[in-house]
């Protein structure tokens, strides 16, 4: 059975860092690219970062570059995303995804992925 079980959110004042998990089961971390959304109230999903499967490239929001970090420890079916100077802005439910057929260039687009966690909020406040 495929799952993803993201955790690690939480409120964090602005400036803070954050590191998210997503843990997976049911498929190889070496087949699927991840990828991490969020959705902040009133707003759509929106792309936040990718990793893709085999090499590990990774790719970001313009919003989030130099501040937001994706790592995955395929030991641990984990794929993790650091955060860092947080900002009010970054305040949404985050939720990782898994992609079979990764297209660099398409990496943003919901309909690409195949499954998707419950989310996890992360809240940015003073």
């Known amino acids: 059975q495929v799952q993803l079980v993201e955790s690690g959110g939480g409120l964090v004042q602005p400036g803070g860092s954050l590191r998210l998990s997503c843990t997976i089961s049911?498929?190889?971390?070496?087949?699927?690219?991840i990828a991490w959304f969020r959705q902040a109230p009133g707003k759509e999903r929106e792309g936040v970062g990718c990793?893709?499967?085999?090499?590990?490239?990774?790719y970001y929001e313009d919003s989030v570059k130099g501040r937001f970090t994706i790592s995955r420890d395929n030991a641990k079916n984990t794929v993790y995303l650091q955060m860092s100077n947080l900002k009010p802005e970054d305040t949404a439910v985050y939720y990782c995804?898994?992609?079979?057929?990764?297209?660099?260039?398409?990496?943003?687009?919901?309909?690409?992925?195949?499954?998707w966690g419950q989310g996890t909020q992360v809240t940015v406040s003073s």
């Open positions: 995804a898994a992609d079979s057929t990764f297209v660099k260039w398409a990496w943003t687009s919901l309909e690409e992925y195949d499954y």
């Open positions: 049911g498929f190889s971390l070496d087949d699927y690219a």
């Open positions: 990793i893709s499967p085999n090499t590990g490239n990774t």
